[in-house]
């Protein structure tokens, strides 16, 4: 059995996901995803919103704006946001992600999870 089985089985049926939130830099994505987070966490469902705040001051921190820095910088979080899911959580991704094949990609990654 996989997690996302075993946790679908619960009282609630709900396992993890991920919802990603994409737009122009200061189109209020963090504000939305923070406050749904807000939301979902009062409710008791287990959420953590990432942003280009708590990712590029951490885990991404070495890398720049770049294209080839941008599409590497979406392709971890969608990692993590997959691991968040993957543990039941909703992962809340706000990130500008300007490339179309990079939010595919993201995509992907978790259709194939």
Excluded at 8 to 21: E, K, L, N, Q, S
Excluded at 40 to 63: F, Q
Aim: overall charge neutral.
């Amino acid at each position: 059995e996989t997690r996302g089985e075993v946790l679908g089985r619960g009282a609630t049926g709900f396992r993890g996901c991920t919802i990603w939130f994409t737009g122009l830099s200061g189109a209020g994505k963090t504000t939305l995803s923070f406050a749904l987070e807000e939301y979902l966490v009062s409710r008791g469902i287990s959420s953590y919103g990432l942003d280009g705040d708590n990712i590029r001051t951490g885990l991404n921190k070495n890398l720049g704006f770049a294209p080839e820095d941008r599409e590497e910088n979406i392709r971890r979080v969608a990692e993590v946001g997959k691991l968040f899911a993957d543990s039941g959580s909703v992962a809340l991704c706000a990130f500008v992600s300007p490339y179309k094949k990079d939010r595919e990609m993201a995509r992907r990654l978790h259709q194939e999870a």
